[in-house]
């Protein structure tokens, strides 16, 4: 996983806006109303304490709520797959990736799959395959790849909307931490819109990153970054390391969805 320097990230991104979290609130509110008036006796007796309360608890309860870590892991779990790559006889780079299509295309982070000479991926059944570089975005750290011998086993996973993320909300990061497959880690967005220096490229960063305390190592990289409704919201690219020592130290970088399904769409940029 490439770990940026020891230069801290420049903020930027973009603050929650009150007048739409007021207009949620009135609209929350008003579906409490219908569902009251709906729920209303037909005749003429008055409404007493207890229907009104019975109506609220029902209109609460039909509201759909947010999924909590095992959810999401349930939902988006056979969605994700392990990643081996080995370039040049050397030990093998561990990654993560994830299906994003019914043709079993895997998104996954650049630097874990360029000028690999063989690549395996493990889906979450167990089962292994070869596979193959489709495309990639070097400078966003996105890649493509595909099985090479076999059609897909894992169904694609649900892509949530990054553009209405806000700093603070919950999320969750799954992928293959120092080996340990099948890993989820809990936090919550600190930043949006950071920018920080892309390894090796002295002026060159990676820009328009999410930030988030969600525990991630090496093996970390191209996994995604869930939403609290087990969609992914964006693909871990990186960590903080000013110690140059490779540990998580409470600061990951990940790409936002939108960002990398369109890279990966675009094709090669080298």
Known sequence: MPEPGTNAPRAGGSVGKPWLIAMVGMLAGLSIALAVVLLWPTNEAE???EDLDAAISRALA??????????????????????????????????????????????TANHVVFGADQIEIQFHD??????????NETILDIAVISSADRPPTALPAVLGNSR???????????????????????????????????PGDDGLVFENLIQFDAAINQGS?????LNADGHV???????ADPTDQGFFIGIGFAVPIDIAAAAAADGPSQ
């Open 62 to 107: 039909s509201q759909t709520q947010p999924l909590g870590a095992a959810g999401a892991y349930k939902q988006a779990s056979p969605s994700i797959v392990g990643v081996k790559a080995i370039r040049d006889g050397e030990e093998p780079i561990i990654g993560t990736g994830v299906v994003i299509n019914d043709q079993g295309q895997i998104i």
């Open 47 to 49: 409404l007493s304490t």
């Open 126 to 135: 167990g089962s292994t395959s070869q596979a193959r570089l489709v495309t």
């Open 233 to 239: 919201v964006a693909i871990v690219t990186a960590l």
């Open 164 to 198: 209405t993320l806000q700093i603070g909300d919950t999320v969750y990061a799954v992928g293959n931490p120092l080996g340990l497959s099948n890993s989820v880690s809990a936090g919550i967005i600190s930043g949006l819109g950071r920018a920080i220096p892309f």
């Open 221 to 225: 990289s191209g996994g995604p970054l």
